[in-house]
């Protein structure tokens, strides 16, 4: 397992169903943990490389209803 992490900046505040629905990107084979930081509108999501790619990981938020913008790179 090759365990990785990538940060977003998200444009809109998560609602009660994009909520839901990030719920349910935690259940997907390979996400580890997706937490959001609603203050600097950061998603972070930590997943298995080896099961996942980084375009994917992005497109499940987007169909989680977070608008996704730029990647972060965070120290």
Known sequence: ???MEVSYRYANPPNEAIMRAIDNVREVYGIR??????????????????RLKEPT??????KAGLAVGEKLILA
């Open 1 to 3: 397992m090759t365990t």
């Open 57 to 62: 990981v992005v497109n499940l938020l987007r």
């Open 33 to 50: 943990k997706v937490s959001l930081n609603e203050k600097e509108k950061i998603a972070r999501v930590e997943y298995d490389a080896s």
